[in-house]
């Protein structure tokens, strides 16, 4: 191994965890660390997701150090942008600044049994150290699947934790790949300002209200005058939330209350049956992650928004073609037999990739399979991605645009045919008994 410095501890990631960990080791006297980051500032993934929306399900007061509470929290559950700069606070706060490596990307560790230290090469220099604390976040590095097709693509891939805030969506059709935890937080965000929006639904989801609200300033100087009350506000969040927690390892059966209860929040803002029906969950809540948001039904209930569910298998030049041999292009979609395309539009639907016309197609990835069973042509030309999924989706119709979503929301862009990528991550054995997933 080239030249290095050697610490006594290397803190991979500085997010909440690698923040933590520093803070902990400068309260135990050890100042002979370094933390590892190989973004330009701190945050993690409050740092590479700034989506429409983006913000915290946990109560801000519980969703921060219990060394460092806040008292200046301006909502119950507060933004992307009021948690970073939560984080750069408590940076700047305990003295962690020398410590930082900014554009530091661990590319390899080894264990050396002879001197008993890992070798560290990043992409800012090699270090050695006795101790190496991973935090570097399960989901950090996003990896496109390899779906059939996906290289013929005429476009661009994105992924939702690189948002392009220069594109306007005002005006423009969109479509939503998922119903995961940054879903139903760019819906609500978005849907006012677009012109259609369709919601591409592989599971539906249990939502349940979120109490958000501001918080007044007299509220929060109270907290400042009184840092008690922070605490206690802070003890009486875990402990409704270890409840919880009781109720779904120890008392499943009694979730059927809380289930009702969702069922209601959808009531109340969804009045047509039948979307009702494709919204409900057919598992018990609590078997997959419940939602938090009050937003989210109002904005499906929209006239410009649509509720669509299926799932991509593989990408034809600009078609997308799902798991039930639906197939969907500009223009046109189709179930079996001859693709149905209207004259005026089929020179344009088969249209070579290279064609002026199809050119600036942008897409954001995203983790949901997604597609359309198309009783008739698409109306978006814009498609947002969410978690979970390993698929792809393409645009149709005229030429827009996509955005994506952190969890893996897209959308589509300018140029035609367009496609959206739901990424798997990829998680990266970077030495013996050190899985490092990413920064």
């Not at 645009?401 to 990266?428: K, N």
Request: net charge positive; glycine share 10%.
């Amino acid at each position: 191994m080239a030249e290095h410095e050697h610490v006594r501890v290397a803190v991979i990631g500085s997010g909440f965890g690698g923040l933590g960990a520093a803070v902990r080791l400068r309260r135990e006297g050890i100042t002979d660390f370094v933390v590892l980051e190989r973004a330009g500032g701190v945050g993690g993934t409050w740092r590479d997701n700034s989506y429409p929306g983006c913000a915290c399900d946990v109560p801000s007061h519980l969703y921060s150090f219990s060394f460092a509470p806040n008292p200046d929290w301006p909502r119950s559950f507060s933004g992307q942008e009021h948690i970073r700069a939560y984080l750069e606070r408590v940076t700047d706060t305990f003295g962690l600044r020398p410590h930082l490596r900014f554009n530091a990307e661990v590319k390899r560790m080894t264990w050396d049994a002879e001197r008993l230290r890992w070798d560290i090469e990043t992409t800012a220099g090699n270090w050695s150290a006795d101790v190496v604390v991973s935090a570097t976040g399960p989901l950090s590095e996003p990896k496109l699947p390899d779906l059939p097709g996906l290289d013929g693509f005429p476009g661009k891939v994105f992924h939702s934790a690189r948002w392009d805030h220069d594109y306007d969506l005002r005006g423009k059709r969109v479509a939503v790949i998922g119903t995961g935890a940054s879903a139903i937080q760019i819906v609500p965000s978005i849907q006012p300002q677009v012109e259609k929006l369709t919601l591409f639904q592989r599971t539906p989801a249990w939502v349940l209200p979120r109490m958000d609200r501001p918080i007044g300033a007299a509220e929060r100087a109270v907290h400042r005058a009184l840092p008690f009350t922070t605490k206690l506000r802070r003890g009486v969040l875990w402990g409704l939330r270890e409840l919880q927690v009781q109720a779904f390892t120890k008392h499943p059966g009694e979730l059927g209350f809380v289930e009702q209860l969702a069922k209601r929040n959808m009531a109340r803002a969804v009045k047509d049956p039948a979307l009702r029906a494709k919204l409900t969950p057919d598992y018990r809540i609590g078997c997959k992650r419940i939602l938090l948001s009050s937003t989210y039904y109002p904005a499906l209930a929209q006239p410009n928004v649509d509720v669509v569910a299926s799932g991509l298998s593989e990408v034809r030049g600009s078609t997308l073609v799902a798991a039930d041999g639906t197939e969907l292009a500009r223009g046109h979609s189709r179930e079996g037999g001859d693709p149905v395309v209207h004259a005026e539009e089929a020179a344009l639907a088969k249209a070579d990739p290279t064609d002026p016309r199809l050119a600036g197609a942008t897409v954001y990835s995203s983790l949901e399979p997604c597609a359309r069973r198309a009783s008739r042509p698409a109306p978006c030309a814009r498609l947002i991605l969410d978690a979970g999924v390993r698929r792809v989706v393409t645009a149709w119709r005229e030429p827009d645009t996509f955005v994506t979503d952190a969890d893996g929301s897209a959308v589509l862009a300018d140029g035609g045919a367009t496609v959206l990528v739901l990424p798997e991550y990829e998680q990266r054995a970077k030495a013996p008994n050190a899985h490092l997933l990413g920064g």
